[in-house]
């Protein structure tokens, strides 16, 4: 096994770190030579493919149900379509409207979660198109589904995902610009200037990996909090939830995110002195928002860590820490702000002496109902 973790302590660390490479093979083959286009051979859809598509539903479980959420902002934002994102347990039992212009999108990374392969089953009876995100070619899912994209994140085997919900969302991001390519719904510089900054992300991931110090001396400092909150507005949100899922895996640390303008609603009962406030401050458009809620949770003396994008002189201004992405478009954020986020649990778990690829009570793959 020693072998197998290539010199890391954990399968966990080993995976984090291979997410540049990651990243870089589900891109491989899938993009044009000029930047112009997202090509997918495994797809070959046409523009009346796609105009028969009235909505997307995607179903997953997990990590792989917060990756589906990010996307939710991709076809809708990119492709205009509208979109549901549905946990599969829960998909399964709630008597979907769905029919024959649905495309049904399953995430998983195993390709063998039953609950998901149960709502794939059960969209395809309903007359759904459907397609398998997945990461373990000719798995049960990948078998089950009209069409497959494959991650290409390589074997995952840390309980926690990590790799493969990077890949997950890269995988989203292409297939919402081919969806809105082939519906004309994105400009071609736009596109353009996306595919570029998707060919930066495994050098940008490469960068946030190198400098590790600091999350490491907070994961140490604050390891010991019992509540540990997550906040954000739009993809910063949609990150939170996997920053908080992260910790509570494999640290036990009680973890909950929230989306910034709803922290009024409950939590902020909860910010007491001393409690620890991730905060991600990464889009433009709800900026001035989430600094507001910012401002809030420190009137109530929480110590805030802020993730803030490289250029951002403001922030720091407001919150106790600050950790920085590199700069990249905002579409694109959510693949570098879960870095630090992954790495911050991860040096939690560490520093709690827990067992960091194999936490109490999970399974990697959840095979039974
Ligand atoms: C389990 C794993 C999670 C994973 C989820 C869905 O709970 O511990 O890491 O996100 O199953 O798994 P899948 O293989 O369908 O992505």
Redesign the pocket.
Known sequence: EAAEKGGYEHFMIKEIYEQPKAIRETMTGRLAKDDSAVLFEELKWTPEDVAAIRKIVIV?????YHAGIVGKYFFEQLARMPVEVDIASEFRYRSPLIDDSTLAIVI???G??SD?LAALKEAKRLGARTLAVTNVVSSSIAREADQVIYTWAGPEIA???TK?YTTQLISMCLLAVYIASLRGTMPAERVKELIRGLKELPSQAHELLEDVEPIKTFAQKYGFNEDVFFIGRSLDYAVALEGALKLKEISYIHAEAYAAGELKHGTLALIIEGVPVIALATQRDVYEKTLSNIKEVKARDAVVIGLAMKGDEQLQKYVDHTIYIPATDKYLTPILTVIPLQLLAYYAAVTRGCDVDKPRN?????TVE
């Open positions: 997953a479980c997990g990590t792989a998983s990374q195993s063998e979660t998901t309980v926690a995902s493969a999970l399974a990697k793959s959840v």
